[in-house]
C-alpha cells in the first residue's frame, strides 16, 4: 500500500502494553490514531498487548483504559487481549510451517554461540533449515527444545511511510528471525502481524522506535498471504536536553498530570502539539476542532521537545476560559475530597474570580484557595522574618483589626479608603499595614486583592486570625 492506496474504511489501532502507567508517548499516539481515525470517518481500535506474564499486571490494564477514558478517547468495539489470542497465533504458525515459510529450530544457545564465534554481523546459518522431517520428528519425539524462525527471502522491502516518505530495506540484512519462542509464545511480531490482519486494520501509526520491527512484519504479512496495513512513524518526545523523555524530565504518566490538577482537554491540547500543528500558529484546540484539522503530513519528521512550562501555561489557559458552572464544580469536588465542606455560593463566585487568573493547575486552585475556608497552618518563613519580627509587628497587626471591627460599610471599597487615609495620616504608606495583614489573614507574602479577602473572610474570623498571628508573634519573641 501508499500513501494514494484506498480503502473502504479506516481502521487504526491503539496497542499498549499494560507494563507501566499510560505516559504521554503512549497518550500521543493514542491520540494522533483517534483524531485520524475520526477525521477519516473510521474505527479506533484499542489492543492490550498482554503477552508478557512477568510484567503484565491487571491493574496497569486498568489505568491504561481509565487515562483513555479521562482523556476522551473512547475506543470503538471491543478491547482485544493478546493474551486470549494464543490459539489463533498458534494455528497462523502451523500454517507457516506447513506452507514452508517457517520452520522448527532446535539449535541450542550454546551452539549458537559457538557458530558464531564473537562476531557481531554473523546471521542465522539456517541449519535446522535444511533438516529432514525424520530427523524433525526424531528431535519431538526426544522432546527437544525448540523455537520457529521465519525463513526470509533474499528480497527488498519497500513501502511509503506517511511520515517519513519511502523507506526500503534489503531482506538479506535479516537472519531467518524467531517468531515462537521455545515455550512456545509468540514473539511480539507475530502476534501484531495476525491481529491487525484479524482486526482489519488499515493504517499504523506509532512512534519511529518501531520502524525496524516494520521490515519484519511485512515479511510476515508476506508469509501469510496479507497486505500490508499503511504506516506513519512519528518521531519520538524529547525532554528539554534533547534526549528521551523519562522520569528526570519530571512527570511522564497521564495519571500524574491527572493528580497535579491538568485539565483532559488541555493535557489533549498540549500532546496534540508535540509534533504537529493545525497549519497554522493556533495553540488552543478542542477535540472537535483537531479532528477537523488533523492529517499526517503536518506530522514533523522532527523529534518533539517536552516543554512543562508550556503545559502549564496552556492547562492555566483553559482553567480561565471555564464556566463558572464547571469550575464551582471542580473546586467543590476537590475540597470535599480534603474533607473541607465548601458550599456554592455568591462568595464561591467571588472567591473563584480572585483565583482563576493566578493558577495554572487545580492542585494550585486548592492550594490557593485554603485560607479562604480555614485558618492558616503555618506562615510563610520570609514572611515571618520580615513582617513578624519588628519591635512595632504586634502593634500593626492590632491597629488593622481595630480598623476591622469598626469599619462601616464593611466592604473593599472602604476598607481600602481608611486604611490608606491612617498610612498618610501616620506619615507611612499603606503597604506597611497592608503586608503584615495579609500575612496574618493568608499565611503567605502573596495572594489577591488584600481588601477583597477581608470581605471574603469576614469581619469576625479576620479578627480571630489576626489575634492568632499575634500570640505567634508573641511566641517567637519569648512574650505573655
Not at 340 to 356: A, F, G, H
Request: charged share 30%.
Amino acid at each position: 500500500m501508499t500513501r494514494g492506496s484506498v480503502v473502504e474504511k479506516v481502521v487504526v489501532r491503539f496497542a499498549p502494553s499494560p507494563t507501566g502507567y499510560l505516559h504521554i508517548g503512549g497518550a500521543r499516539t493514542a491520540l494522533f490514531n483517534y483524531l485520524f481515525a475520526k477525521h477519516q470517518n473510521g474505527v479506533f481500535r484499542l489492543r492490550i498487548e498482554d503477552t508478557d506474564k512477568n510484567r503484565s499486571k491487571p491493574e496497569f490494564t486498568e489505568q491504561i483504559l481509565a487515562s483513555m477514558a479521562w482523556l476522551g478517547l473512547k475506543p470503538d468495539g471491543e478491547v482485544v487481549f493478546q493474551s486470549r489470542r494464543m490459539a489463533q497465533y498458534q494455528k497462523v504458525v502451523e500454517k507457516l510451517i506447513e506452507s514452508g515459510r517457517a520452520y522448527r529450530c532446535f539449535c541450542t544457545r550454546e551452539e549458537i554461540d559457538e557458530r558464531r564465534g564473537g562476531d557481531p554481523g554473523w546471521k542465522y546459518d539456517r541449519k535446522c533449515d535444511s533438516l529432514t522431517e525424520d530427523q524433525i520428528q526424531q528431535n519431538l519425539i526426544e522432546g527437544s527444545p525448540f523455537v520457529v524462525r521465519l525463513r526470509i527471502p533474499s528480497e527488498h522491502v519497500h513501502f511509503h511511510d506517511l511520515v517519513r516518505g519511502d523507506v526500503s530495506f534489503d531482506g538479506i540484512e535479516f537472519e531467518d528471525f524467531i517468531i515462537v519462542r521455545s515455550d512456545g509464545s509468540p514473539i511480539y511480531q507475530l502476534s501484531v502481524v495476525v491481529d491487525d490482519h484479524d482486526m482489519g486494520i488499515t493504517h499504523v501509526i506509532r512512534g519511529d522506535d518501531h520502524l525496524s520491527n516494520t521490515p519484519k512484519q511485512i515479511f510476515l504479512f508476506r508469509a501469510m498471504g496479507f497486505e500490508p496495513p499503511i504506516y506513519a512513524h512519528i518521531p519520538l518526545i524529547l525532554g528539554s536536553d534533547k534526549k528521551r523523555l523519562s522520569k528526570r524530565h519530571g512527570a511522564t504518566s497521564v495519571e500524574e498530570y491527572r493528580e497535579q490538577g491538568f485539565l483532559p482537554e488541555a493535557l489533549v491540547n498540549f500532546i496534540a502539539l508535540l509534533g504537529w500543528n493545525p497549519g497554522d500558529d493556533r495553540e488552543i484546540m478542542g477535540l472537535d476542532e483537531m479532528i477537523e484539522e488533523f492529517s499526517t503530513e503536518r506530522i514533523s519528521r522532527s523529534a518533539a521537545v517536552f516543554d512543562s512550562a508550556k503545559a502549564l501555561w496552556l492547562n492555566g489557559q483553559y482553567i480561565s476560559k471555564l464556566s463558572d458552572e464547571a469550575l464551582e464544580h471542580i473546586f467543590v469536588k476537590v475540597y470535599e475530597k480534603q474533607g473541607i465542606s465548601v458550599e456554592n455560593s455568591d462568595r464561591l463566585v467571588k472567591i473563584l474570580d480572585l483565583l482563576r487568573p493566578r493558577v495554572r493547575t487545580i492542585t494550585e486552585l486548592y492550594d490557593a484557595g485554603l485560607f479562604f475556608f480555614r485558618q492558616p497552618d503555618n506562615y510563610e518563613e520570609k514572611g515571618v522574618r520580615k513582617y513578624f519580627s519588628g519591635d512595632n509587628a504586634r502593634e500593626i497587626l492590632e491597629e488593622n483589626a481595630h480598623l476591622i471591627e469598626n469599619c462601616s460599610p464593611f466592604d473593599e471599597v472602604e476598607l481600602e479608603e481608611q486604611l490608606r487615609a491612617k498610612a498618610e495620616r501616620e506619615g507611612g504608606k499603606a503597604a506597611f499595614y497592608i503586608h503584615p495583614l495579609r500575612l496574618a489573614l493568608t499565611g503567605s507574602i502573596s495572594s489577591p486583592g488584600i481588601f477583597e479577602i477581608i470581605v471574603l473572610i469576614g469581619r469576625d474570623e479576620c479578627i480571630a486570625r489576626i489575634k492568632r498571628a499575634i500570640a505567634y508573634i508573641n511566641s517567637i519573641k519569648g512574650l505573655e
